[in-house]
């Protein structure tokens, strides 16, 4: 084991937690390690939501650069920020047990949702949720890593911001003043962590194959399997959890129009036997059920 694995990392401090957590269990296992650290253009770029900026993969390109270049072998990411398609000769390593799936408002005092009020979120899912349950809000875009949005909330007159509870969890910022939104359906792969490595890297592959949670290999592969077959290369409102049960897994997926008005969701059982494909058959139903024609109306809507 005298390879260095060099593990590529964002530098905020939740992506550093990320590649720490994975830099410890590795070197658990003895092999060595080293850190190195990146700015990716999602970090650089705060002044326009996320899907104004067209690009796949925005906080993972620049790290694909890095392992292709051979500057790193192996690369940390919260899975839900990474394209489902992998760049050619990148592949998934591992996914590490999932942490917490939910999403959470922290808030300003206790908000009166019947009163007007403005909710902070750059996630067109979280947005159109919110907008679903209470048409008469306004959302705002909120960008930056998760300590710069707490900052921006507490110096808005914004009544709350959405965050995924594991990314406060994580780095142990979860303030008092927060509710989980048990009703919010997670982005796919929410709370969980991929490590990505050269597909020809037969030793980094095989570290990192150490460190797999198969039972959350499964869930987010079926969700990711939904996102896939439904997005169709386009960002859109699209939420699905898997969560598994002994030997069943339990799906729920959602699409939304942009405003929130629209709202198409399913909800299925399937034996672990059986779930080959199955984030697929979901999507599947779900644009046989007018999915396709509120893609079309995002699409036509995202050009704009």
Not at 241 to 250: N, V
Request: aromatic residues 6%.
């Amino acid at each position: 084991m005298s390879k260095v694995i060099r593990i590529g990392t964002r530098d905020s401090e939740l992506a550093l937690w990320q590649a720490k957590t994975v830099q410890n269990q590795l070197e658990a296992r003895g092999y060595k390690t080293e850190l190195v650290p990146v700015k990716s253009t999602g970090d650089l770029i705060l002044d326009k939501p996320l899907y104004e900026l067209g690009i796949t993969g925005i906080f993972t390109k620049t790290l694909d650069v890095a392992m292709i270049n051979g500057t790193v072998d192996i690369a940390v990411h919260s899975m839900k920020d990474v394209p489902t398609a992998l760049p050619f000769g990148i592949v998934q390593a591992a996914v590490l047990e999932r942490a917490s799936t939910e999403d959470i408002l922290v808030h300003k005092e206790n908000p009166d949702y019947k009163k007007p009020c403005t909710i902070a979120t750059g996630s067109l899912r979280r947005q159109a949720q919110w907008l679903n349950r209470y048409p008469h809000h306004q959302t705002t875009d909120i960008r930056g890593n998760v300590n710069t949005r707490l900052q921006k909330l507490a110096a808005s007159d914004w009544t709350g911001a959405i965050f995924a509870k594991a990314g406060l969890e994580r780095i142990n910022v979860l303030p008092d003043n927060h509710e989980v939104l048990d009703w919010m359906i997670p982005a796919p792969a929410q709370g969980a962590m991929l490590v990505v490595a050269m597909e020809e890297d037969n030793f980094s592959r095989t570290a990192c194959a150490k460190l797999n949670h198969e039972p959350t290999a499964l869930c987010t592969h079926i969700e990711r399997e939904f996102l896939k077959t439904l997005e169709g290369g386009c960002t859109a409102p699209i939420g699905a959890l898997a969560e598994d049960f002994d030997d069943e897994i339990r799906f729920q997926g959602v699409l939304f129009s942009l405003d929130g008005q629209t709202k198409i969701e399913i909800e299925r059982v399937v034996s672990k036997a059986n779930a080959v494909g199955f984030g697929t058959d979901c999507a599947l139903e779900v644009l046989d059920n007018g999915g396709r024609e509120l893609m079309k109306e995002i699409k036509e809507k995202m050009k704009k």
